[in-house]
């Protein structure tokens, strides 16, 4: 190696930040506004909203709150533990679908549902929050030219094991599907079918599965007449 270029790797070095230094950094500059959107919503409780704008609100509250939670746990101000707390799981769903509620519009998807009772269980709602978002943004990249998504929410059995009861979440797109040699791998952090994408949306609902003890199971065909992913969830009740 030429001394210009070990001039140039030394420089190379000390120009790269530590691992996380950029990371860290960015947080640090996203946390800064999101402070102050955070204090939006308190002044604007005193002027008037209808009820559907004052829900809206909230959402967007909580999402603000969700993002600055993301960026205080890079800067590593805290570690947030997550609290597992009784949760309508098909409200929390219908509040998720509520808040992707104009892009699906915009992008031609019809959205069906249907909730059942007893749907109430002790789950970590900020992280079926997350697992949901990303299960329905997925649908939507898998849709581009309009379709349908199918979300249930019903009280169940586990269908193998242990045969605990619990709940279970079903959500179906009619989208392009995922081809057969890739469906043993989409759980897996960093893998993606998608020419821009990062792999990670999918391996956090795994995550999530596995931290609630539950279970993620994928059906999907990319035949004609007959294309779309199922995306099956069980979350047990104890």
């Known amino acids: 190696m030429s001394a210009g270029a070990k001039i140039d790797e030394r420089l190379e070095t000390r120009a790269r930040p530590p691992n996380g230094g950029l990371s860290a950094s960015a947080a640090h500059e996203i946390n800064n506004p999101l402070d102050s959107l955070l204090n939006l919503p308190y002044l604007l409780e005193s002027e008037p909203l209808t009820e559907k704008g004052r829900r809206h609100l909230a959402l967007a509250e909580e999402e603000v709150r969700r993002v600055s939670q993301i960026a205080r746990e890079s800067l590593g101000q805290h570690k947030v533990v997550a609290v597992a707390e009784r949760t309508a799981i098909g409200e929390l769903l219908a509040a998720v679908l509520e808040l992707h509620r104009k892009r699906l519009e915009s992008s031609g998807i019809a ?39 199918h979300a249930k929410v019903y009280a169940a059995h586990e269908w193998c094991g242990q045969q605990r009861e619990g709940v279970r979440v079903t959500i179906a797109d009619d989208g392009s599907g ?14 993606t079918t998608k020419p821009c994408g990062h792999g990670l949306g999918l391996s956090v609902v795994n995550d999530v599965m596995q931290k609630h003890k ?25």
């Open 111 to 149: 959205v069906k549902t249907h909730y059942s009772g007893d749907d109430n269980i002790r789950v970590c709602a900020a992280q079926l929050h997350q697992a949901f978002s990303n299960l329905l943004l997925n649908a939507v990249e898998a849709m581009p030219e309009g379709g349908t998504i």
């Open 178 to 191: 995922i081809p057969k040699n890739m469906l043993p791998g989409v759980l897996q952090r960093f893998f």
């Open 214 to 238: 539950g279970s993620v199971h994928v059906r999907s065909s990319t035949q004609r007449g007959r294309h779309g992913t199922v995306f099956t969830l069980f979350f047990p009740a104890a």
